[in-house]
């Protein structure tokens, strides 16, 4: 048990990170607990019972550590997971704790981007097939069309190493050509994956140049300060000694060589098991 109450940051493995980042630079001084599920990524192809299963035994984990406040950094664990576990388990397990996901700060803004009103989506599967993005985009923006495209290959790509890699421009540009064949009219592209940021810079070399790409970290890091703004409760509760720590269900040798990528520093994590 931690006896701080640190800022609970999950993902299936690297992806969250690229949030965490963004996360300390807007709220430095909270402390942050990482849990990367990298035994178990990719989750965007597995069920929605799976996800679910996995996301649960992750915010129980964070739950024993002390956190109060949990950010799902998945979109796959938040399309799938997270409303049962608002919903039907924290009433249970910790009514006065919370857990948030990045799908739903993401779609209150991402309208005021376009021009055309005409937003393409890249995810996995399970965030495609989720259709929470079309659903969520449509409450705050009625008049927005929204155009999905799953990419299946690029976690797994980007998970191991080769998203920099020739191998990655043939995904990258068969699911790209397939998101904008379905408008013309698309001027803004949604990374709705944590892990994407990672293929921008080849995601921007093979679209047209008035496209834009809007990565979720930023959106969500603001959107989490002013949570806390308006969360005095939980804002209170959440311990401020700017410490983060990180922890993965792999191997820790090798998250820490590959978490820097995503994190933008050194990390140094430490193995647990869930379950
Ligand atoms: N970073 C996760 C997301 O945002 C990747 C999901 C996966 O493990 O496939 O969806």
């Known amino acids: 048990m931690n006896l701080k109450k640190p800022i609970g940051v999950f993902d299936s493995g ?12 807007v709220l430095p001084q909270y402390d942050y607990l990482y849990l990367g599920d990298n035994a178990r990524a ?8 799976t996800v679910y299963q996995y996301t649960l035994e992750a915010v129980n984990w964070f739950f024993e550590q002390g956190c109060e406040l949990v950010i799902l ?26 857990v948030l996901g990045v799908i739903r700060p993401t779609t209150e803004i991402i309208g005021n981007y376009s021009k055309t009103g005409n937003i393409g989506i ?6 495609v097939l989720s259709n929470s993005y079309p659903i969520e985009i449509e409450k705050f923006f009625p008049a927005i069309q929204v155009f ?9 790509l980007i998970e191991n190493g080769e998203f920099n890699q020739a191998g990655a421009d043939y995904f990258v540009q068969k699911n790209l050509q397939q998101l904008l064949a379905q408008s013309p009219e698309i001027d803004t592209v949604l990374l ?32 989490l300060a002013n949570y806390l703004e308006r969360h005095t409760n939980i804002a209170n509760k959440c311990s401020l000694t700017g410490e983060i ?4 269900t792999d191997d820790s040798a090798d998250f820490d060589k590959h978490a820097a990528l995503f994190f933008g520093a050194p990390v140094c994590s430490q193995h647990i098991d869930l379950q």
């Open 192 to 223: 709705a994956c944590t892990h994407y940021p990672l293929l921008l810079k080849k995601i921007q070399q093979f679209a047209p140049s008035n496209i834009q790409f809007v990565s979720q970290g930023e959106i969500v890091a603001k959107s």
């Open 42 to 49: 990719p989750y965007g192809p597995r069920s929605f019972d």
């Open 245 to 248: 720590q990180f922890f993965t």
């Open 14 to 25: 690297y992806g969250g990170l690229t949030v965490l980042k963004e996360m300390v630079q």
């Open 122 to 127: 890249l995810g996995t599967n399970g965030t």
């Open 73 to 98: 950094a998945c979109n796959t664990a938040s399309a799938k997971a997270l409303r049962t576990i608002q919903q039907k388990d924290l009433p249970k397990l910790a009514p006065g704790k919370r």
């Open 148 to 156: 999905q495209e799953a990419c299946p290959m690029w976690v797994p």
